[in-house]
């Protein structure tokens, strides 16, 4: 059986019935901060009585409270789902189950507390309140939760509550071989008392030194006897006192040389606690019809990279290989977004009042698409699963200057939508530009949409946006050649306007039904390419300005970009000119001394300190002055961050 | 196997005892806690066919026939612990023991203890038959079988009781059609028709209420005013089938309607079964005399899915045909099983036991081991004339004969008699707070939760009212029933301190008259305690206590007393369902009056009656011990000779050597 759904409402962020659903096997739970992680964690332990959380009383603050003045704190509901029972399981968790035999537990809490302020927490199974529930199902599930910078050295240190125990305690099976432990301890605690051959003459000095004490300051009746021997003789207390030592390699058997876990790394010494619970897991897998989640909170805490793709590997082979457990690992690390098939990836977004989470596992994503992805998320690009939105880009020029023209393009519009401001910039709006290093658009929007037909399914909830190259085919001109005979060749196509620029772009096949869907839009550059379009777009002056200071020659080139310079952006209705500048610098951004690349990242420098300039200025800001966005960028930007895009 | 062959191998089992210990020996030599306090060892004071079931086999299905009084709920309580302790079930699956009654559960779940030593049961069920099939079957999975897609997430049926009262829950008309409401309908599996529930006597098949003459006058008076239509019993019966559909489908069911749903959830979910049966191996039903005709094949469809049955019981103990129970069934059903009887009484003296024996001409020989303190003497009667004096008559003979009378009861069928008897008097146009405050000033505990209940009904309608009885009428602005209880109780404190309003010799009117004033500040008084668990924070209680409501009628009648100051109120007294198991010294069996009282006459019913009106009689006179009385109203002479001719002895006839001596042997005894 695995846990298949949860849903929650009026709990910690979560006002709303928010779904969850789950895999079986390893759930990696990603996310942008408070969209609800810590929140799906909590509920699990809650609802499965994690062993620390579920004495700890609920609180006012496990309620959902929303921002508003007069907001109502309703009650909490946390519901679980369990499917694919086992016929052992249905008679075990049989006070669970609903009549298809799906199990089912619910907790409520009542928002109004008694009157020492106490929540009362109402559980029931199964699909009615009125129905059998045995409090001793609990007892068949076994749920461990290792928390975010966890102080793995107070919890591996020998005493009541340690996991080191814990194990151990699930090692011992039979009640002969704890017998056996205790008979070597008493002996040999026994041999210290008895002191033959004056072996422990000093301790036995001390001991009688302290009793004497004792008798004197206290008295024959009020006195005490104290014996000093290693730990009290009872199973439990042996078991606490075993105490862990290490040494930094592997295969070390010297026991003078291992040392107290107090003097080893912080990494190291989480890596020994996570060891540690995974040997317990291994004990108690070996009992019948228990049922163990494994709640892991960011991982990554540290840990570097390395060794978080190792334990993640390992995650996803535990989780394979055992049916009756299920692991639900947050992170904020990429590396092991990126390290696991999507299949594992559940994505949680919130709108302050819901959770929404997607099972990349059910996007009805196809395996060639599926291998694409798996291939392609690479620690990069990854981000994206930790963002409020996504520009989707396909190569390296669009990815550099799209963040410094989103500055330009938010400014401006929030100069037009008082009072719907969006932020300033990508970075404060959480938007991550991805590159995509070409068209394959069609792979990454089924993250967000169906491309080829209309559908139900609910994909990422958070707005992503591409863009891409109009790429109109060559055109065909008949030429005379030197004997004077008609040739057909095929020319660059530089439209002077839409209506002359049929793209050939295979992606933007895909801009009809991706722009029907809620969260994703596909944006073309109208003319050809996203450099062409930016100089069409009355850019020509910068960028001249761009070439011209990376072109070291002087010569034909340098007099001609100045020429272009001179004409300071100005060209009226002269569309031929500016064509024809817009070519010259587009054909020299791709020569040698140049570079996509370079120019890109020049060009974005120079707007950076435009842009700069401009703000600082007290008085008459024109930042249309710094660059012309071309509409179809700015499209996009708009759209990532969240706003409003007219058809215009 | 011989007995100690028996004795042996469970006490291996159940007490650890070692092997090379004979029972005696360890007992003797201070063995088992279980038998601490006790005479002899509890293993070997067992008779032969008590030890065979406790050793039968939980794979064989068997009836174990039980007399009154053969200790059937030790043996019951020693044979799950032993079942228990030989463990070797798969992990998670248990016993289930099926009992009638939250007491008898209570009984078993003890003896379970005494010979387990454990606090948690799971994964074995220790409980009613009816919480197991609700809780189990009915409510967990019927829903699917009755299109109810609950209510806020929770698929619970809620119970309707079928006597509630239509005209208080205007919402029942919902599921009304042809005057039938949907709460009062149920189907019956056996007879294969609805029947409607009547609050007085038997509950009627659909045809015959269609020929009833309130049927005919109910579409007379539809007639009358909607034109003439002629509605056909079929009409009738599309009508009962849809109510009860829609009443189901919103997730309302009455008793019979739960035992229905799960059956039918059995019936169409085979999985249902199978789990359940692995879940629940071995099932034990005490009491089966009581099951009904549907729990029979509720039982049935597990045994058929692998569960084994051991029914326990009595038939001639058999009482609830109210329940449509027909100990026949049960008989029937068990044909097949392998059978061991119990048919030593531990109870009762041989006199009880013999006349019991004879009144259900049962012919088995039931041989009596209980003690012996009176002889022949232990059977006597009294006549009487007033309800109030059947009490104190039956406390002066268990104070004359010295008998414990904590360790007495009063028998009656039903509460309408147990009220008589405590002087309570249930009418419908009473004074509420004037009956309230009487049996507050001077009642027992059950007479003064009646009090609590009659306040609680008469303030709460000045609060804004309530229906609820079992939450003393908290009303709905009031989200404390505990705090409200305690301002009842304040409330009746303070009027018993008031001289003037425990002055019950006056008239309704004028106690009325000098209550009003005094009893409003008694409320505003109280109220502040009870203000921070009221809602309604602007109640204005001034006017409520002023204006009409809080005047009483000016009846110029004079206060009938609710209460005789009475010393035999310490006597329990119980009805014969509750009494099922129980074991007292002394019992006093009360006929009704009339020969066609519901509570039972001794004549007509228990003497000269058949099936379940002598069942009672008989269930009542075996509770016994040493001595039963029974109460029967004034006799004719032929009557007092057909008393006498079953043993009894008439206690105002008897000289006084007789009961001098009986006396003597009483301290003999001591």
């Known amino acids: ?648 | 196997m011989n007995k100690e062959e028996m004795q042996n191998k469970i006490a291996l089992i159940l007490c650890n005892k070692s092997k090379d210990r004979s029972c005696k020996e360890c007992f003797y030599k201070g063995g088992k806690d279980l038998c601490n306090g006790h005479e002899a060892c509890r293993i070997s004071e067992k008779t032969e066919n008590q030890l065979k079931y406790v050793l039968s086999s939980p794979k064989e299905n068997l009836y174990l026939k039980a007399c009154a009084g053969s200790g059937k709920t030790e043996v019951v309580g020693m044979k799950t612990a032993y079942e228990i302790a030989k463990g070797s079930r798969p992990k998670n699956c248990g016993i289930a023991v099926l009992t009638f009654t939250n007491d008898a559960t209570d009984v078993i779940k003890d003896r379970i203890n005494q010979f387990s030593n454990r606090t948690s049961h799971y994964p074995h069920f220790i409980g009613t038959l009816s919480s197991f099939i609700h809780q189990y079957i009915g409510q967990p999975f019927g829903y699917k079988y009755r299109n109810f897609s609950g209510r806020n997430g929770d698929c619970s049926f809620m119970l309707i009781d079928k006597n509630i009262n239509p005209h208080k829950n205007h919402w029942l008309d919902n599921y009304k059609d042809f005057s039938i409401s949907a709460h009062k309908t149920y189907y019956d599996y056996e007879k294969k028709d609805f029947f409607i529930a009547s609050e007085y006597g038997e509950d009627k098949p659909q045809d015959e209420y269609f020929r009833s003459e309130r049927f005919k006058s109910f579409i007379k008076n539809l007639n009358n005013k909607c034109g003439y239509i002629k509605y056909t019993l079929e009409d009738v019966r599309k009508g009962v089938i849809d109510g009860k559909r829609k009443f189901n489908s919103h997730g309302f069911a009455n008793f019979e309607d739960m035992n229905n749903i799960a059956y039918k959830a059995l019936i169409n979910n085979g999985k249902l079964s199978d789990v359940l049966s692995r879940r629940f191996p071995f099932i034990i039903i005490d009491e089966c005399q009581d099951l009904s005709w549907v729990e029979i094949q509720i039982l049935n469809k597990l045994r058929e899915s692998g569960s084994t049955l051991h029914f326990v019981g009595d038939l001639n103990q058999s009482v609830y045909q109210f329940k449509k129970v027909d100990p026949d069934n049960t008989a029937k059903f068990v044909e097949p099983f392998k059978k061991i009887t119990l048919s030593d009484n531990f109870r009762s003296c041989r006199k009880i036991v013999e006349f019991s024996n004879r009144l259900i001409t049962n012919p088995e020989k039931i041989s009596a081991h209980g003690q012996d303190k009176f002889g022949d003497n232990a059977l006597v009667y009294f006549e009487y004339d007033n309800a109030i004096d059947v009490i104190h008559k039956y406390s002066d003979i268990l104070n004359k004969l010295k008998i414990n009378k904590d360790k007495s009861s009063i028998v009656v069928k039903q509460n309408t008699m147990k009220d008589m008897l405590l002087c309570i008097d249930d009418k419908k146009d009473m004074n509420l707070m004037i009956s309230a405050v009487q049996l507050w000033s001077k009642g027992n505990a059950y007479q003064k939760q009646k009090s609590l209940e009659y306040a609680g009904r008469q303030i709460s309608k000045w609060f804004g009212g309530s229906k609820n009885k079992g939450s003393y009428y908290c009303p709905k602005d009031i989200n404390s029933v505990f705090e409200w209880r305690i301002f009842l109780k304040n409330v009746l404190n303070d009027c018993c301190e008031k001289d003037e309003l425990i002055d019950f010799n006056q008239s309704n009117g004028e106690w009325h008259k000098t209550a009003r004033p005094i009893l409003k500040s008694i409320i505003k008084h109280r109220y502040d305690y009870l203000k921070i668990y009221d809602e309604l924070t602007e109640r204005n209680l001034e006017a409520t206590l002023s204006g009409q409501w809080f005047r009483a009628k000016n009846s110029p009648e004079s206060i009938t007393s609710t209460l005789e100051d009475k010393k035999g109120a310490k006597i329990q007294v119980i009805t014969i369902h509750g009494s099922k198991g129980c074991t007292y010294d002394s019992t006093l069996v009360v006929s009704s009056k009339s020969e066609r009282s519901d509570s039972g006459h001794w004549k007509v019913h228990w003497i000269e009656g058949e099936g379940e009106a002598k069942r009672v009689g008989y269930i009542a006179s075996t509770r016994a011990k040493y001595l039963l009385v029974w109460a029967v109203p004034t006799l004719s002479e032929e009557d007092r000779k057909l008393i006498e001719g079953y043993g009894f002895k008439n206690i105002d006839e008897m000289s006084t050597t007789t009961k001098y001596e009986l006396l003597e042997r009483t301290n003999e005894y001591a």
């Open chain 1, 1 to 648: 059986m695995y846990i298949s759904k949860l849903n929650i409402e009026g709990y910690k962020n979560c006002k709303n019935m928010s779904d969850i659903n789950f895999n079986k096997g390893l759930n990696i739970i990603v996310g942008e901060n408070a969209s609800g992680k810590t929140t799906i964690i909590n509920s699990l332990r809650l609802i499965l009585r994690d062993n620390e959380y579920s004495y700890m009383n609920i609180t006012e603050d496990d309620f959902y409270r929303s921002f508003e003045a007069e907001s109502k704190v309703e009650n909490i509901k946390i519901d679980l789902e369990w499917d694919e029972l086992s016929t052992d399981e249905e008679v075990t968790f049989l006070t669970w189950c609903d009549a298809d035999f799906k199990a089912k537990l619910h907790l409520e809490v009542d928002k109004n507390p008694n009157l020492r302020g106490y929540y009362k927490k109402n559980v029931w199974g199964g699909a009615s309140k009125a129905s059998a529930f045995e409090e001793e199902t609990f007892d068949c599930i076994d749920c461990i939760y290792l928390p975010p910078l966890r102080d793995a050295e107070e919890r591996l240190r020998n005493g009541k509550k340690s996991r080191l125990a814990m194990l151990l305690e699930h090692q011992y099976k039979n009640d002969e071989s704890k017998e056996l432990l205790v008979k070597e301890v008493r002996d040999f605690n026994q041999s210290i008392v008895d002191n033959k051959e004056d072996k422990f003459t000093e301790i036995e000095k001390a001991k009688h030194d302290i009793n004497q004490k004792i008798n004197d300051s206290m008295g024959t009746v009020f006195g005490q006897t104290i014996n000093l021997q290693f730990s009290e003789t009872s199973f439990m207390s042996i078991l606490k006192n075993i105490k862990m030592v290490f040494f930094p390699q592997i295969g070390e058997t010297d026991i003078h040389k291992f040392r107290d876990i107090a003097i080893n790394s912080l990494g190291y010494n989480n890596l020994l606690y996570i060891a540690t619970v995974f040997a317990e897991l291994e004990a108690i897998g070996r009992e019948k019809n228990l049922f163990t989640v494994l709640l892991i909170e960011e991982p990554e805490a540290h840990l570097h990279p390395q060794l978080q793709i190792k334990l993640i590997k390992y995650l996803e082979q535990l989780a394979g290989e055992k049916n009756n457990i299920q692991i639900f690992v947050t992170t904020h690390s990429p590396v092991l977004a990126s390290s696991v098939s999507i299949d594992n990836l559940i994505h949680i977004t919130n709108n302050g009042e819901t959770i929404f989470a997607t099972q990349l596992s059910k996007l009805n994503i196809n395996d060639d698409s599926k291998n694409y992805i798996n291939r392609w998320l690479d620690i990069t690009k990854s981000t994206l699963l930790f963002s409020k939105g996504v520009i989707l880009v396909e190569g390296v020029s669009e990815a550099m200057l799209i963040p410094e023209f989103a500055k330009i393009v938010l400014h401006m519009y929030n100069q037009d939508h008082a009072g719907k401001e969006l932020p300033t910039s990508l970075e404060e709006a959480g938007v991550s530009v991805v590159n995509i290093n070409g068209i394959n658009f069609k792979h990454f929007f089924k993250l967000f949409c169906n491309v080829d037909q209309v559908d139900s399914i609910r994909r990422l909830q958070f707005r992503c946006s591409g863009i891409t190259d109009n790429d109109p085919a060559k055109v065909e001109v008949i030429e005379q050649d030197k004997d004077g005979e008609d040739k057909v060749k095929k020319e660059e196509n530089y439209p002077l306007s839409e209506e002359k620029a049929d793209g050939a772009n295979t992606a933007l096949k895909l801009k009809k039904l991706i722009n029907k869907s809620t969260f994703a839009r596909l944006f073309s550059s109208p003319l050809k390419t996203f450099e062409y379009d930016l100089a069409m777009n009355k850019n020509t002056k910068i960028m001249s300005e761009v070439i011209r200071s990376a072109w070291s020659k002087t010569g034909s080139v340098k007099t001609r970009l100045e020429e272009i310079e001179k004409q300071e952006n100005r060209y009226s209705s002269d569309c031929i000119r500016l064509r024809k500048d817009s070519i010259f610098i587009y054909e020299h951004i791709e020569a040698t001394e140049v570079g996509k690349g370079i120019f890109a990242q020049m060009l974005a420098d120079k707007i950076q300190n435009l842009y700069n300039l401009e703000m600082s200025k007290d008085t008459d800001k024109d930042i249309t002055t710094v660059f012309n966005v071309p509409k179809y960028i700015a499209d996009a930007i708009i759209w990532a961050c969240g706003g409003e895009i007219t058809n215009e």
